[in-house]
């Protein structure tokens, strides 16, 4: 067995349990939410967490074949966000979003 | 590195590691978006895989793969992750502001209420009962 090799191995290994643990962790703020805006955060970095895993495959198989799947999902993360983004501000904006004089709510 | 370690060996582990460092840049954010206490402070964990964690995954890749092929795929992953994200970016945080969902009582400051301000926007009133920012959410659910 080549040394060079299993160090590679051990590296990608070491990465893959990261990679687990930060999924399970990013499902987990997504199941508890609480509101869809965190949703839509945690599925961004779940996705990155996706094009981590295949490129930690690529690595290890000595394949560039996933390569184009990593450009997909680097673009679907992107549509995702927005498009949820775009929809929450329809649903809610017209509602809360108006004229005032009331004090500023904001101020500590 | 006389016991004939080659330039291509040095290069495995060279990628290797920064594939492991941009998986740790993963978790990281994982963990920040767990722990963080509202929208905006987990967008500020959930950034950091999406553009340097990416790049140094690209990095690392291509160090292993060490074809130009490869180089032209990655270069454009890099290009088009680091053009959208701050689109999404940006608008995602414009939501989570205009629905009331930032933690107004952990800001040092903010900007944007003042510039609001003066051109002559209120954040609306938290229905009812409220005085405070909204931060449960029941209203958006």
Known sequence: MNPVHTAVLVMVGLGALLLVAAATLTIARMARGPSSLDRVVAADVLVAVVIATLAAEAIVNDHATTLPVMLVLSLLGFAGAVSIARFVAERDLAVRWRDSDRPDQGQQ | ????????????????????????????????????????????????????????????????????????????????QLTTAPVSAHLVGRTVYRTDQVRHDLLARDDLATDLKAAGFELGPAPEDGTGPADDDSRLS
């Open chain 2, 1 to 80: 590195m006389s016991t004939g370690v080659g330039v291509g060996d040095v290069l495995d582990l060279l990628g290797a590691f920064l594939v492991l460092l941009g998986c740790f840049l993963c978790f990281a954010a994982a963990l920040g978006l767990l722990r963080f206490p509202d929208v905006v402070s987990r967008m500020h964990a959930a950034t950091k895989p999406q553009t340097l964690g990416l790049i140094l995954l690209a990095g690392g890749v291509e160090l292993s793969l060490r074809s130009w092929a490869a180089f032209g795929t990655l270069v454009l992953i890099g290009a088009l």
